[in-house]
């Protein structure tokens, strides 16, 4: 028997490879007209249908001011689900969706609108088969989760009893400080059990996020390079092409940092530099996130280590566009940062050494999140220097979008009679090794919240420690008084980012 044979499927005495489909449930979700719910959330429900990942009975109940019908609901719906889908729009698998659509009309302090949410999830439990399983999604300002959990909590709705469950999905952001997050939790912890409240990160839910967790630990030849004595430095990088948009409203006063580095990035950070879980269990895989955060270390002196800019106004692509001043909403003294970066440190003996750099940006160059795992030169280098002029250092890149894949920067011969080395790369991409294509993070989110399964979703305890991380830098930037430095669009962001990595001898990656 040739070793991969060996695998088992059956572990556990259930079959891995069998579809997970979604018991008989219902979903009801806050924030029907909001951005994400109109081009993710709704789309990726009918994605899930169209794929076959729902039953029949599930149903969906949206909860809102509009004087709305259900039919007029359902018309929002189509349209969202038309417009943003993945998959192509299925008539029947529509129909289908479309007979289990209610819409409850009212606000979040409007009790008889909660007892017609509870009426009505009643009568789809009754005519549709739903046995009374609910998550309730809260795709709102976290300062209405306060009114929305009491007002669940005592129309009866937040306790499940004789095996109906009950789930509520919280978005990012968990609060904008370390106390703020404390304060949130303990509202909606109030109502709902720990293991009832599932936080979403999306970034975990991107097939190449999790694809980390495969390479590292299903093959043999990454893991022994992957520490101190051969990995020089790590970048992660999340660039993004686009302004803020009309989001001022939001991205005011919370910034880069806040809005991704405290989420996205650290657990990026967390994937990469974690110990092997001793499963991908739940309770393992947190238990191994949560102490290699706990081990992050901040450098002593933030100011050096780190960077904040603000976008200018300028061309971009062919197009001019605003600085971030000039954007509808913002006012024109605003503080708030549309680039950081900062540096940190791992004190574990696999990491001791080996600096952590983050940045994230709007109107960057380009599109791109990466992380690069940066090797250190061999020892012994035989070649010249002009022979190796254009050689740099290892690596490998995981690249997370777009374009997502891996590469491996390796040096190689230059062909000729000299013995000149210079970089090569080595890339897998998904498109050219699978046929299928990969599912929206939120059509795996929202199946694993209905099947109960938590692994992807951080528990509060790792919301805390990435908080630990960057409020030194926040009280820092604030206390500093500075503003952050001006970028031009579509560079890599403020010179300060440069100098950061320059002290330390290295440069960014031009992805
Ligand atoms: C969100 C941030 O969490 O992620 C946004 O709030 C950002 O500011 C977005 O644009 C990026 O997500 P993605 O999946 O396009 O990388």
Sequence with gaps: MSPSSTANPLRDGRDRRLTRIAGPSALVLFGVTGDLAQKKLLPAIYDLANRGLLPPSFSLVGFGRRDWTHEQFADVVEESVRDHSRTSFNPDVWNQLKAGIRFVQGGFDDGAAFDTLRDTLAELEKTRGTRGNHAFYLSIPPKSFEAVCQQLSEHGLAQGE??????????????????????????????????????????????????????????????????????????ITMAEDIGIGSRAGYYDGVGAARDVIQNHLLQLLALTAMEEPISFDAKDLRAEKEKVLAAVTLPEDLGAHSARGQYAAGWQGGEYVNGFLDEEGIPEDSATETFAAIRVDINTRRWSGVPFYLRAGKRLGRRVTEIAVVFKRAPNLLFTEGESEEFGQ??????????????????????GTQMEVRDVSMDFGYGHSFTESSPEAY?????????????????????????????????????????????????????????????????????
């Design 162 to 235: 004789d095996g109906k469950w009950r789930r509520v999905v919280i978005e990012k952001p968990f609060g904008h400080d370390l106390e703020s997050a404390r304060e949130l939790n303990a509202i909606v912890e109030s109502v709902f059990p720990p293991d009832a409240v599932f936080r979403i990160d999306h970034y975990l839910g991107k097939e190449t996020v999790q694809n980390i967790l495969a390479l590292r630990f299903a093959n043999q030849m990454f893991e022994p390079l992957w520490n101190a004595r051969y990995v020089d430095h790590v970048q």
């Design 394 to 415: 290892n690596a490998v890149v995981i690249r997370v979008q777009p374009d997502e894949g891996a590469t491996l920067r390796f040096g190689s011969k230059v062909p």
């Design 443 to 511: 059509e795996r989110l929202i199946l694993d919240v209905l099947l109960g399964e938590p692994p992807l979703f951080p528990r509060q305890a790792e919301v805390e420690l990435s908080w630990k991380i960057l409020d030194p830098f926040e009280k820092y930037w604030a206390d500093s008084g500075t503003q952050p430095e001006s970028y031009a669009p579509g560079s890599w962001g403020p010179e300060q980012a440069a100098e950061l990595l320059e002290r330390d001898q290295r440069t960014w990656r031009r992805p």
